[in-house]
């Protein structure tokens, strides 16, 4: 699924460079461009699972957390899981209702592998009647 916003952002290939468009007044990568990426990185994520779901379901981020801990000053990459037992729902519930819940878990950390921002994405998805 492509999402044309992530273009605006600077999403490529699962980074997010540090570039002028994408910062703050203190030079760092702006809150709302990590938001972005890592929302951008949950919902990618949860597609890989599910490659031949993607032409049949419409999913909807639902609610979300983030915790910013450390400044963004280099480019960043994502880490996403999902935990099994929720995976598990989520097919089940899926199968039997044609929507369900699961939740993307995800790290964003610079060059030197601290990490800038960690957040937690729970998805809506429902099957396209």
Same mark, same amino acid.
């Given at each position: 699924?492509?999402?044309?916003?992530?273009?605006?952002?600077?999403? +490529?290939n699962g980074v997010l460079?540090?570039?002028?468009?994408?910062?703050?007044?203190?030079?760092?990568?702006?809150?709302?461009?990590?938001?972005?990426?890592?929302? =951008?990185?949950?919902?990618? @994520?949860?597609? =890989? %699972?599910?490659?031949?779901?993607?032409d049949n379901i419409i999913?909807? %981020?639902?609610?979300?957390?983030?915790? @910013?801990? !450390?400044?963004?000053?280099?480019?960043?990459?994502?880490?996403? =899981?999902?935990?099994?037992?929720?995976? +598990?729902?989520?097919? !089940?519930?899926?199968?039997?209702?044609?929507?369900?819940?699961?939740?993307? @878990?995800?790290?964003?950390?610079?060059?030197?592998?601290?990490?800038?921002?960690?957040? =937690?994405?729970?998805?809506?998805?429902?099957?396209?009647?």
């Amino acid at each position: 699924m492509i999402v044309p916003f992530t273009d605006t952002v600077g999403i +490529e290939n699962g980074v997010l460079e540090n570039d002028t468009k994408v910062q703050n007044h203190l030079g760092s990568i702006h809150a709302g461009a990590q938001f972005t990426f890592a929302e =951008s990185a949950s919902g990618a @994520y949860l597609s =890989s %699972l599910f490659p031949d779901m993607q032409d049949n379901i419409i999913p909807l %981020l639902r609610e979300s957390t983030i915790k @910013y801990k !450390k400044q963004a000053l280099t480019k960043l990459s994502s880490e996403v =899981s999902v935990e099994d037992e929720d995976l +598990e729902k989520f097919i !089940k519930r899926f199968e039997t209702k044609g929507r369900a819940s699961i939740t993307a @878990y995800v790290v964003l950390k610079d060059e030197e592998g601290d990490v800038t921002c960690e957040g =937690s994405f729970k998805w809506f998805v429902q099957r396209k009647d």
